[in-house]
């Protein structure tokens, strides 16, 4: 079951974004980086429901 799109998650995709350390498609270090900033809550979303994460990506929405 996919996990719940927040306005926690939306913040900590846009802070790691911020942070210019990874290509926002690249899974992996996106994880890392959420990983070592705390962001445990976007970690999980990204292992629920990566669809919703690229639409987020690509669309804002």
Do not use: H
Request: no cysteine; hydrophobic share 45%.
């Amino acid at each position: 079951m996919a996990g719940a799109f927040t306005e926690k998650i939306r913040e900590q995709i846009l802070a790691v974004r911020a942070t210019g350390k990874a290509n926002m498609f690249d899974i992996s270090a996106v994880q890392r980086i959420a990983y070592e900033n705390g962001f445990y809550e976007l970690v999980d979303y990204l292992e629920t429901d990566r669809t919703a994460y690229a639409r987020f990506i690509l669309t804002g929405e």
